[in-house]
């Protein structure tokens, strides 16, 4: 598999993945444009995008959704919450609900995992293809541990690391926003980022991008050195660890 991450943070959010014959967007955040722009920089032209999967219905997770899809006409994946709260302003006839733990888009599988996130029907993604599987979580204040032992030893990790808890404490948010970031149906901090990848990554594993990262809140500095700073505490090694950024894309990751 091959993935690129195309836009990553709080104002918008989209991510690549390829396989042998199939190719997926995980989230349209980001402007329809934009989306073409950075496509085609890696040389893949927007209608090859076979299907598009949503991780919730927040604003920096589907901006570009509706002009993309009636552009392109990609099969759309969603469960039955998503659907309905994108039907409010969406009208589109080529997708899918899916109503189990997996579904299968060519010659990719994705298991479907249930997010803590203030907003109805979240979900996170283990996709896997030609023998290679990633994770991909945003957006969540805790992970459920009915998932750890599936989440565990794949080779690579796309991981929501959105804030320096020290940071947004002291920084301009309101009080009620900090405790909304803070709380089971927020964001994930450096530290929990940490620890969850601390639990999950296996000798499989060689690939980490932190993910959805706050403007305000946050640096990348901070939230690579928190976990490069936790592995080697814990005599573990990721080969690769990078941070992906706002409106910047990442390199092709082959995995």
Sequence with gaps: MKVCVLSSGSKGNSTLI??????ILIDLGVTKVYIEEKLNEINVD??????????????????????FLKKYHPKLYVNKIIYSLLCE???YDNYEIYDTN????????????KTSHDVSGSVGFIVKSDNKS??????????NKRYY?????HNMYIMESNHDVEMLMNGKYPFHLKQRIL?????LSNNDASYYLLE????????IVLAHLSDDNNTYDLALNTLKSTLKENHKNVKNIMVAKQKIRTDIIEI
């Design 102 to 113: 997996n579904i299968k888009i060519g010659d990719i599988e994705v298991d479907i995992i």
């Design 18 to 23: 390829q396989s042998s014959n199939t190719k």
């Design 200 to 207: 999950f990554i296996g000798d499989k594993t060689s690939t």
């Design 183 to 187: 709380g089971d149906k927020g964001h």
């Design 149 to 153: 032992e599936k989440l565990r030893n």
């Design 134 to 143: 990633l994770v991909y979580i945003t957006d969540t204040g805790y992970i």
């Design 46 to 67: 927007p209608k090859e995008i076979q299907a598009v999967l949503i991780t919730h219905t927040h604003v920096d997770h589907i901006q570009g959704l509706k002009v």
């Design 89 to 91: 302003y969406i009208n």
